[in-house]
């Protein structure tokens, strides 16, 4: 029962990326609020593929149907369930057996004893990540004064420029969201040449949200870094998470990386923000900075050697299909979206709101 | 509402640092289990300071008092709950209104609004780990069939050497949990020096679990990534997470990254291991792998800059009160706990037990 | 959040009355289960009005489109979407702010701030019931082993004969689900008596459930009553519940309420059924009983004074809309249904199943 | 796992009769609350047999430790834990394999196998009640506003005059909380002579919430007739529950069970209360009225037919022991504290506070 998530705000999801539809059901939305449509279109498109060189060719353009919860363009405080049909799913791309490797297939397959869609991934496929951007779209719109924003830090071997939490913010706008140009560039060719050698790559995704107060987070369980990273790793291919300096705060010496204070006009100012935003899974004022690590795609057109289930055979096979030669541009939103349903569970469900 | 834990094993954890007593109710444990009280001990014996000179001097023996739950030696099926009290309190060590750097008083403070238990963390502070590892123990020895183990992989900037998930299981029985001698000396050296110069160290600890078989974790939100990093982030300084070569997926093809499989004799064999043993949040068959990042001690000798908040004045402050120049040798056994208690979950829990 | 029920197997239920549609995702259902639709129809059918003068005017077929979770007839393990259309909604029979007494109209209004569908009902209307006759439905044919059904025990003052719990699970395959022929007559003139009257009736409803093994339910918050119970209180007009002799149970000593026992060639047989299977809350092995009380609709034709919300003045009303004149009929197979789903949560989650 | 409840507010209780210690943990306490412990007292002071001869005469001064969550005398936000020690057990009062009849004593035993603590009833005890009501008593000092009571409406067949709610909160400040002190007499009498004759008797407790605003509670599952029946069932010996006039609103007509309204002066007044101070589930602003039956204590000295587990045989056997002649009395203050984590619940998480 991992469809179900949230504490306060609640998002149930289904759906097959080869089936009928996907969708979510998101309740504990507060009544009254009304949702800006074309920005959650926005923030849809940029997830779908779009027709890009750089992404699948599937054509889904992802229109969202809202059976319930909103009502004259407000929330109505009951449960919202949006629905996404599948128009351009082609089942007869995949095999039933042949699993393969570095997806889901195997250990799916296992799980369900081999009852479940084994359909480009079913349940498993990164296209219930759409339903994902959907409810952060809301969710993003009711987070009055906190901005969120995400780019991509590092994508095949290409590191993009250190940049401030600001920074990153803004360029989530961008529609490849780098802060170098250089770098994006260098990103994208190698993109298209992972896409020309049948092969696939990865990258690392950086995400700050600017104005979170003081006081959001349990201790323990609901940390504000559990419950993000408990999101970040329901993303397909997401392998890594750190909060603000991370892995690199394991090599530093302990006045190093504490964020030391100063008191100005009756307002804390940190000195510096190697935390992240956070202490004790609380967060203390600065902006949330965390990164998540994003593996290549696991399809891929060289030949591997994996197992036909149905014979328990080694088979070598090569896996078509339409696939993302990278998925990292597409999980940037996803990644903001994944924040800002935390987030907005947070402001509902805190003593410090 | 951070203290409760699990989807069919749960566990509610309660407690303050320099309180009355710390401890955890489990319920959804199996009956008729007998539970081993000297491995229990053992475990807890791992966590506490136990005099080293390479941690904290508070003497905390962690005597455990099980309150119910257990009945002639074995789990009754009901709520079993446990309880350590606090014999080595010294609260006066702790100022009420000058918060620590690195430490979540700010964060706790602005939170609760000043009414929580400040003395040395509350309840923040890592002493609520021992009722985990007292948790983990149990869950350890339910969990027939799979081996837990960690060790220090990295540690004041000192890397131990590369090592098989067999080896780092082999490991944690050592007194201090690492593979090779001479990087463990130098570790303990790192650890001492810290000391000295009233500094801290952090590191990084490998953990991996032999015998979990494919099936185990759910798609999303329950995902086994989801739910381990959920319970990592619950350890105080833990800040970043990976799983299998977790960042270094990052930079690889998809190729590359791909585990791929053979078949002999009905069985599957992997021909690598780069995703941890899981694919799509579920087990493949193979160990788990992950690795957390773990700050360096924020208390540390030297003076720094913070606040007052009963002025709202900038101070400088030096912060003594007892405490470890490095906890990274005692969060090996609660990593291992927390991993214990997450495999219980899904072993309970499951359609593939 | 009152949408989402359940510990193992989880529903989350969406909609309103006079929106686009309502539905259900169910989350937990074991994997590879056939599911007959044709039965899932048949109980749809017995809650849907279906042109009968004791019924409302509203032509809902209930159909039921399945979104995802079934693959090739049969469940995949992952989370079954199920939406049914409203296709005969007449939203403008309703005024948005003269509340109609009876109904939820008014602590909605409050609740929301007026900004949820107000339109017969919206999301608290018993429309909501067809999503769980549907989920019910897929519950019972999990239930291998379980019989379970429901009669009408009294309706507008008249009692149906007193009946075993197997005679009762029989006479919930009637059209008229009463056992007593000619209580039966009498309940259907009573129900059009009302009606002709513009008034309305309500009754109770027995139901049981046959072959549930002991040790199901859990003690205190998950008892077999606590869950039985929140699920019928879910039921829009459910005022009341009793198990076994329920309210009569405080009326008798504690020698007559208590069921004896003999043990019979390896089998414990019980002399009485006092306590409708259940003793401190888990099933004893008995059949299960209990009753709930449905109150008479509240719409009625007849004059009432109420509040127009806009003006906060008292005004008299008559409301007419298409509505039945007795609910109880169609409430038996919702009821069933409720009782289908605890108990397959209860199968799926116990030590004892 | 029926030992954690709530949403927002939650508890989790453990312990077993004749155990060590019995107790809960309360999550989610709004932080800078000062606890009058005088009242905690006084409240389980209420529900303690307190050596009356119409209660058992097992000892116990029911005094509570707080382990956690309270700092100088203030909710601290975090846990709180309190421990109530078992001080006058007497295990060897019970025999391991004759269940008692009208006791959990079977199920339990099929449930867990055998391995569940059978000493007087174990965790299902109605000893486990005195956590509750201190969580309860905690409970109903936050509900500023709101003013909780309830008296017994029936006992060993004798029943108490009519009362508004207001008169109902009022005698719950009785010794005996009746409101017709010839009925209380009698009532006492019933109670005598049912110990004397080794028997014992039940009754109907009616509870009242005066000053519940408009808009508490959730549609369906988490109603407030779901929520507080799901509480009651979980108190031991509790077999029926209704709302407002329950059972006997099944026997009226729609427009005699409506609860008609008219404004004044800008408030909303109700010209009845049939429906017990809630419609949809969501309460209404008149005072909450409910009923539940409690069944006669089932341990009785008379003979009775039951089976040995240990040689599957029927057996005849009396029951000693320590017990009451009739818990009603004693379930009062439970009853209210079980509706104060109820309410206090919907105060913290719902939209309207």
């Known amino acids: 029962m991992g469809n179900i998530w949230g504490t306060r705000l609640k998002a149930a999801i289904f759906g097959e990326s080869h089936g009928a539809a996907i969708g979510v059901t998101l309740s504990g939305l507060p009544p009254g609020f009304e949702i800006d449509m074309d920005a959650v279109r926005r923030e849809m498109a940029r997830r779908a593929p779009g027709g890009s060189p750089l992404a699948t060719a599937r054509g889904e353009s992802d229109d969202?149907?809202?059976l319930s919860g909103l009502f004259e363009g407000k929330t109505a405080g009951t449960p919202l369930c949006a629905v996404i049909r599948n128009r351009d799913a082609r089942p007869g791309d995949y095999?039933?057996?042949?699993?393969?490797?570095?997806?889901?297939?195997?250990?799916?397959?296992?799980?369900?004893?081999?009852?479940?869609?084994?359909?480009?991934?079913?349940?498993?496929?990164?296209?219930?990540?759409?339903?994902?951007?959907?409810?952060?779209?809301?969710?993003?719109?009711?987070?009055?004064?906190?901005?969120?924003?995400?780019?991509?830090y590092r994508l095949g071997g290409i590191s993009d420029?250190?940049?401030e939490p600001e920074r990153v913010v803004e360029a989530s706008a961008l529609e490849f969201p780098v802060v170098d140009a250089d770098a994006a560039r260098r990103m994208k060719d190698a993109i298209l040449?992972?896409?020309?050698?049948?092969?696939?790559v990865?990258?690392?995704?950086?995400?700050?949200?600017?104005?979170v107060p003081a006081g959001w987070g349990d201790p323990f369980f609901n940390s504000i870094e559990s419950a993000v990273s408990g999101m970040m790793f329901s993303i397909p291919a997401v392998k890594?998470?750190?909060?603000?300096?991370?892995?690199?705060?394991?090599?530093?010496?302990?006045?190093?990386?504490?964020?030391?204070?100063?008191?100005?006009?009756?307002?804390?100012?940190?000195?510096?923000?190697?935390?992240?935003?956070?202490?004790?899974?609380?967060?203390?004022?600065?902006?949330?900075?965390?990164?998540?690590?994003?593996?290549?795609?696991?399809?891929?057109?060289?030949?591997?050697?994996?197992?036909?289930?149905?014979?328990?055979?080694t088979v070598t096979a090569s896996f078509g299909g339409r696939h993302d030669p990278c998925v990292v541009p597409r999980a940037v939103p996803?990644?903001?979206?994944?924040?800002?349903?935390?987030?907005?569970?947070?402001?509902?469900?805190?003593?410090k709101k």
């Open 64 to 66: 969202v149907e809202i």
């Open 95 to 152: 095999g039933r057996y042949v699993v393969r490797p570095g997806h889901a297939d195997l250990p799916v397959y296992r799980k369900y004893g081999g009852y479940a869609d084994y359909r480009g991934g079913g349940h498993s496929s990164g296209r219930l990540t759409a339903p994902l951007v959907f409810a952060g779209a809301v969710a993003k719109q009711m987070l009055r004064g906190v901005s969120i924003g995400a780019r991509i």
């Open 161 to 163: 420029a250190d940049a």
């Open 193 to 200: 040449k992972a896409k020309a050698g049948r092969d696939s």
């Open 202 to 211: 990865g990258g690392v995704i950086e995400c700050a949200a600017l104005g």
């Open 240 to 313: 890594g998470i750190e909060f603000g300096d991370g892995f690199a705060l394991a090599d530093m010496t302990g006045l190093a990386a504490n964020d030391q204070m100063r008191a100005e006009d009756g307002v804390i100012h940190f000195m510096s923000n190697h935390n992240g935003g956070i202490n004790g899974g609380i967060s203390n004022g600065q902006p949330l900075v965390f990164r998540v690590a994003v593996r290549p795609t696991p399809t891929v057109g060289a030949e591997q050697s994996t197992v036909d289930l149905s014979k328990m055979e």
């Open 334 to 351: 996803v990644v903001e979206a994944g924040l800002a349903l935390c987030l907005l569970d947070f402001f509902l469900g805190g003593w």
